[in-house]
């Protein structure tokens, strides 16, 4: 009986620590835990979470791999491991895992929003091995300052220049000097 309350306490007090994303004080409990008792689920699940927080991601699927495997049923395992392996961009893995919370759970919140996620993201990373490109988010999105900058047009033929240009890249023409607008040197 003594076992459990440890265990209980230890629990209880990880589930605190990560409510206040405290991983430094959640991992060595929910360590114990799994310790005492190997088989607790929730305390592989609450450790692949925590070692997540911790920056710590191959301790983190290792607690996750072991909660799925534990109980391949439970949701919230599988859907944290899809969500841990997403985040790290091991896209296919996510998707086993998605796939596997929306078949347990086919009106799951989280997983719908996240296989959207995971659509387009994949969608982005075939679109762009295709081109050639190896690395996930490679591109940056047009945020619309390169174009702010892009912003003094050449009198003598049109193209846009940098605020701060002297010559035209377009036709080498000198561009003059606006009064609100002063090159820097």
């Not at 409990?29 to 710590?56: C, D, K, M, W």
């Not at 983190?60 to 392996?85: C, E, G, V």
Request: charged share 20%; aromatic share 6%; net charge negative.
């Amino acid at each position: 009986m003594q076992v459990d309350t440890s265990i209980h306490s230890h629990l209880q007090s990880a589930r605190a620590a990560l409510q206040k994303r405290h991983h430094w004080l959640a991992v060595p409990a929910l360590r114990s835990v799994v310790q005492a008792e190997p088989n607790h689920v929730e305390a592989y699940e609450l450790l692949g979470i925590a070692e997540t927080f911790a920056n710590n991601p191959t301790a983190a699927r290792q607690a996750f791999l072991q909660a799925t495997r534990r109980d391949p049923q439970r949701i919230s395992a599988h859907f944290n491991f899809a969500l841990f392996l997403f985040n790290q961009n091991d896209l296919d893995e996510a998707a086993e895992e998605l796939t596997t919370t929306l078949y347990l759970s086919p009106n799951h919140t989280g997983a719908l929003a996240l296989e959207k996620q995971l659509k387009e993201k994949l969608k982005f990373r075939d679109h762009t091995a295709e081109e050639g490109f190896s690395l996930i988010g490679s591109r940056a999105p047009d945020t619309g300052q390169l174009s702010a900058l892009r912003s003094l047009e050449c009198p003598t033929c049109g193209g846009l220049n940098v605020v701060t240009a002297k010559v035209c890249k377009k036709c080498n023409c000198l561009i003059p000097e606006m009064p609100d607008i002063i090159p820097l040197e």
